[in-house]
């Protein structure tokens, strides 16, 4: 059996060509008929099935690993199991994956918040993965992951045109109760440690600011999400000018 820690790149370098493999695995499935209509919308629905995939697995395995060593939170920086350095090894092959999948697709120019989220996420994680340090402040960043479930859940039931669903109904208040409990209190959890240890956290700096940056981009989406999910002017601006499925709308 293959150790995981004594082989980081051919470790990251193995997942990412599994979740490429499981994406042309479900890019097999059939897809809603107007999606197959649009190309951009062909595209996002198959990234964002992965994107699911990745999230159904890691969001639970990152709980799960703080359950059982809880002595994670408080130790960010050294505190690790082999299955939490296993769990972000996985994601940062699911990070790199995905974003080759935006660039070589063309959706870069689309897509930069997402790419500048993935170098984020990628620069921290891979430096956790050969200095097997802050795996547990990676592995309690993947919190975000349980919540992701409910988003990704969200773009996929508005790419199938389900919006005015009692499916999507239900996602919208489970997408909001989790992006609260687990993504935002998740950052800034980690944000606070930080800044409580900067002096004795090695390279605190380069954490404090990836941190700072997605706090950013997590606040406006969130405020995005609020608008488009539960303001009553935004549906009537929707309902009005009829533009449901616009490119920019698809990422609101």
């Known amino acids: 059996m293959m150790n995981f820690q004594q082989h980081p790149t051919l470790s990251v370098l193995g997942f990412a060509v599994s979740f490429r493999a499981a994406h042309k695995v479900l890019s097999s499935f059939p897809l809603p008929q107007h999606v197959t209509q649009d190309k951009t919308k062909t595209w996002k629905w198959r990234n964002l099935s992965v994107s699911l995939l990745h999230s159904f697995l890691t969001g639970p395995w990152a709980v799960l690993c703080i359950l059982s060593a809880p002595e994670m939170l408080t130790k960010i920086e050294k505190e690790y199991t082999s299955v939490s350095y296993l769990l972000i090894c996985v994601s940062s092959g699911y990070f790199l994956q995905d974003t080759a999948d935006i660039i070589l697709s063309g959706q ?69 109760i989790t992006y609260v409990c687990f993504r935002l209190a998740a950052q800034f959890y980690l944000t606070w440690y930080i800044i409580k240890n900067f002096a004795v956290l090695k390279h605190a700096a380069f954490f404090l600011t990836a941190m700072m940056l997605m706090n950013i981009m997590i606040l406006i989406y969130f405020h995005r999400l609020l608008r488009a999910d539960f303001s009553k002017k935004h549906k009537v601006h929707l309902s009005q000018t009829g533009n449901h499925y616009s490119k920019k709308y698809i990422d609101d």
């Not at 969200?154 to 199938?160: M, T």
Request: net charge positive; glycine share 2%; charged share 15%.
């Open 108 to 176: 870069a120019k689309s897509s930069w918040e997402f790419l500048l989220h993935h170098s984020l996420v990628l620069s921290t994680f891979l430096y956790a993965v050969f200095s097997h340090r802050y795996i547990a402040g990676a592995t309690i960043a993947l919190f975000v992951e349980v919540n992701s479930v409910f988003l990704h859940s969200r773009l996929l039931l508005k790419l199938a045109d389900a919006r005015a669903s009692y499916i999507y109904h239900i996602n919208k208040y489970l997408n909001l």
